[in-house]
């Protein structure tokens, strides 16, 4: 299989909801990245974790087509983050970050992973997404996301890291901030002219909207009855595209709009349990048959 | 064609944008919901102007298949509404709301109105949307329109015309709201369970969400570089759908979501110019092509 180098965070985390609490679970964009994308293809992991993150957290890759040699156990506590969610999921607000070991990350890239034809690079500083970059020979396809922070403060570092990446995926208020410009379609032109030639435009409980040559794709979310924790829910999403992509090795518009299906649906079962659960419990079966729905809900037949 | 009765406002709207200033410029959700509805089949107008709406301002309908007998003219001035928009058109402030000779409304049904097999109750107060019902024999499909001041101030009454309508047209945040459900898959199970089989969520620039027994259909809405005046898009989303499902008179899911990509597609035009400017200048076969556009905007292909 075509396999991913990414490169991110894998954290401790605390998450309140209005349906429950949990405390010191695993989570991290990488974490929820990888485990979605090793639905489709090989991951070769790239990320940090403490001395407290044992063989017990590890099982959870395990037994999945994720190589952890990229995966550096360093002195310390693993990087932990709390947040806590409002009544309607809609907003959250971050409790605690503790960056612990993660705020020295150097991404260290094994030899083996030079080849890596996709790269995705998670959201971390944009020196540090350079520096992966230095690290990899002619990727077919990298995906990048980045968050607000980065965008108001190492502007110029991050506008360095789009030049050189093919596809960016941020949420709308982060592609508005980036462009500065309110309405999407020229936000999404204007950030296209910065560099990525692909933008998917992640917008929560409503969906996805991809930008491609002024041609656009969109894709509701799925209408979910139990959403407990939308934490990770853009990683996953981020995980089944490039995943999806990789597999199918190839950049047509027919596969980008499926990439884009099968990102939603792994976005739609994360967040049917807390943290990494629903991913852990899930089968190839149970993509498939939501697929299928994600057909049904958006399927009309033209005039 | 098989017509459709609407009852609702008309109203001179002055309108301020980031993007200009239009004044007393003709409004109403009657106005933008015959207008729509009138692309796909006969219209039969029930609502009230002033003494200041002329012979030049009824032209707007003429020459289109809008039946103006339930139109009543009475002394006074006709319903008047300034709104004023923010920056990224999502949010709207009222200037000023002067109901004038609506606050007295009182649909007037004329005697060849009775038969008409679809009905659009527009939001009105519920007790003038009972009176409308009472004044029909036996239509196939009634969908009617709210908002929060009637879920809040009426809300006897507004179950009373729930019972009796096939399909509610709401925004997402009245859905939950008249639910008490943040939940929209339980919000959409709940008003269901109040009448409406149907329920149509609006959301805006993230498009709508059918319910239909336990099954969603969504649309994005169209992705536009120009946004000029949001004011009637939801109306007008409105006409286009009741509009369709008339035309071809039948109610099975494949028509059902067509008709929902014949709204969006006429509310993608609506908002694409001051008041109903463009919905004036458009024609078939903008229509047809911007149905088109919808297909390639959502198409992918099963697995």
């Known amino acids: 299989m075509t396999?991913?180098?990414?490169?991110?965070?894998?954290?401790?985390?605390?998450?309140?909801?209005?349906?429950?609490?949990?405390?010191?679970?695993?989570?991290?964009?990488?974490?929820?990245?990888?485990?979605?994308a090793s639905f489709f293809t090989d991951v070769r992991l790239v990320a940090?974790?403490?001395?407290?993150?044992?063989?017990?957290?590890?099982?959870?890759?395990?037994?999945?087509?994720?190589?952890?040699?990229?995966?550096?156990?360093?002195?310390?506590?693993?990087?932990?983050?709390?947040?806590?969610?409002?009544f309607?999921?809609?907003?959250?607000?971050?409790?605690?970050?503790?960056l612990n070991?993660?705020?020295?990350?150097?991404?260290?890239?094994?030899?083996?992973?030079?080849?890596?034809?996709?790269?995705?690079?998670?959201?971390?500083?944009?020196?540090?997404?350079?520096?992966?970059?230095d690290h990899v020979s002619a990727p077919r396809l990298v995906a990048m996301d980045t968050m607000n922070y980065w965008i108001e403060r190492a502007p110029a570092e991050l506008r360095k890291v789009l030049k050189r990446v093919d596809a960016?995926?941020?949420?709308?208020?982060?592609?508005?901030?980036?462009?500065?410009?309110?309405?999407?379609?020229?936000?999404?032109?204007?950030?296209?002219?910065?560099?990525?030639?692909?933008?998917?435009?992640?917008?929560?409980e409503y969906g996805v909207l991809m930008a491609r040559d002024g041609e656009f794709f969109a894709a509701p979310a799925m209408p979910l009855e139990e959403v407990f924790d939308p934490t990770g829910a853009g990683d996953t999403f981020a995980?089944?595209?490039?995943?999806?992509?990789?597999?199918?090795?190839?950049?047509?518009?027919?596969?980008?709009?499926?990439?884009?299906?099968a990102g939603s649906a792994m976005a739609s079962f994360s967040v049917e349990d807390f943290g990494v659960e629903r991913l852990r419990r899930l089968n190839h079966e149970d993509v498939r048959r939501r697929f299928a729905e994600f057909k049904r809900l958006t399927h009309f037949e033209a005039l």
Chains 1, 2 share one sequence.
């Open 3 to 36: 396999p991913i180098l990414a490169v991110g965070s894998i954290a401790f985390d605390s998450v309140k909801t209005p349906f429950g609490e949990a405390s010191r679970i695993i989570g991290g964009a990488a974490t929820y990245f990888s485990l979605a």
């Open 48 to 86: 940090v974790v403490g001395e407290d993150f044992g063989d017990a957290e590890l099982e959870l890759f395990k037994g999945r087509p994720i190589d952890l040699a990229g995966v550096q156990k360093v002195p310390g506590e693993t990087f932990r983050w709390k947040g806590e969610y409002s």
């Open 88 to 98: 309607d999921l809609n907003n959250r607000e971050t409790i605690y970050t503790h």
């Open 101 to 133: 070991v993660f705020a020295d990350f150097r991404p260290a890239i094994p030899e083996a992973y030079r080849d890596s034809p996709f790269v995705f690079l998670g959201n971390i500083q944009p020196e540090l997404q350079l520096e992966v970059l």
């Open 168 to 204: 960016l995926l941020i949420n709308d208020a982060e592609a508005r901030q980036l462009s500065g410009e309110p309405n999407l379609v020229r936000a999404a032109r204007c950030i296209r002219q910065l560099g990525p030639k692909l933008l998917v435009i992640k917008r929560g």
């Open 239 to 261: 995980g089944g595209f490039v995943g999806y992509l990789a597999a199918c090795d190839e950049l047509s518009e027919a596969s980008l709009a499926r990439a884009i299906i």
